[in-house]
């Protein structure tokens, strides 16, 4: 996953951890109330109603309840302050509750797509679904729409990468229900097979999606860096700092939807030890204020240039 979903103005900083956790906890419990409801409603009626298409709708929805209580734990335990074993805290929960979801989507997308895959290989033995199993379908469009927006907002709002992939896999089951619409519609119009191939099409989406999310998470667990644009910025952050005269070696790693920066500053050599550490103080300030840095570790190097010229002899790697 990445920040393409998030607004990425400088005010980060002004979320605190405690703010971003409660906002996923307020929204999920939202989400936990609503996919009861869908996913109760969608099997009992796919049964009643023998709509295999509305029943995988169900089972999507259902996996959003344990999708649910994943984001509520992480957030739980991405809050907590730094301690001994965790020196930089605990924001890679929310990362690992990202790579559970996408494991979660995809196994639930899998599954899907056997059962369909079953259903076709004789349809003969496909029922015409009731209209009950329509009128049900394009409610949950409308319900999953709304949930997607919602969230969404709440998301962008505390910058929160982990509430965009639980917004978006709303979104998910808003497409998968208006796929199973159709599929029932065609079912109700003298063409059965088109409600199997509803749900296997749900099934490719929901399993597509899952392994995007997963893939994005595990890269994040092993240290991948902000983007170039990103890391520009918070290069020309630390140059406009008054009294450093070039910047080079910056490096970053994503801790959840934060960032830790290694960076090496240069300053003039004649400066006095402690000068050239206020220098480095300043600079650390600004960058945490202005980008969503978690910590910024400075190295001072010695500069013969009397004058800042943004350092084009170093650039950035």
């Known amino acids: 996953m990445n920040f ?3 607004d990425d103005s400088s005010e980060h900083a002004t979320h605190s951890v405690a703010e971003r956790a409660a906002a996923a906890s307020r929204s999920t419990w939202v989400s936990v109330v609503v996919n009861v409801v869908l996913s109760s409603t969608q ?21 959003d309840l344990v999708s ?17 074993d965790h020196p930089y805290g605990h924001q890679r929960f929310e990362t690992a509750a990202s790579l559970a979801l996408g494991g979660l989507l995809l196994a639930v997308g899998i599954g899907m797509i056997w059962s369909a895959l079953q ?13 009950s199993a329509l009128w049900v379908a394009l409610g949950a469009i409308a319900a999953k729409e709304l949930l997607f927006r919602y969230m969404l907002r709440v998301a962008k709002a505390v910058k929160s990468s982990m509430l965009v992939a639980n917004a978006w896999h709303a979104r998910s089951d808003a497409a998968s229900s208006l796929v199973v619409s159709l599929g029932l519609m065609g079912n109700l119009l003298g063409y059965p097979l088109l409600d199997p191939i509803a749900a296997l099409i749900v099934g490719f989406m ?49 801790m959840g ?10 300053v003039d050599a004649t400066l006095t030890v402690e000068a050239g550490h206020n220098i480095a103080v300043a600079a650390r300030q600004a960058v945490m204020q202005r980008h969503r840095v978690l910590n910024l570790m400075t190295h001072v190097d010695p500069s013969q240039r009397p004058d800042r010229d943004h350092d084009a002899a170093h650039p950035a790697h």
Not at 257 to 266: F, G, N, P, Q, S
């Open 257 to 266: 939807d934060m960032v830790v920066v290694d960076a090496h500053i240069e």
């Open 43 to 63: 099997i009992v009626v796919g049964v009643m109603a023998k709509s295999q298409g509305l029943i995988a709708d169900g089972l999507h929805s259902l996996s």
């Open 119 to 131: 259903k076709l290989e004789s349809p003969a033995s496909i029922p015409t679904a009731h209209i």
């Open 4 to 6: 393409s979903d998030l």
């Open 206 to 254: 929901v399993g597509k999606m899952g392994w995007s999310f997963g893939w994005d998470a595990l890269h994040d667990l092993m240290d991948r860096g902000l983007d170039e644009a990103e890391v520009q910025a918070i290069r020309q952050t630390l140059v406009d700092t008054p009294g450093v005269a070039g910047v080079h070696d910056i490096r970053t790693r994503k």
């Open 68 to 84: 649910d209580f994943v984001v509520l734990f992480a957030g739980h335990h991405a809050k907590k302050d730094a301690d001994e």
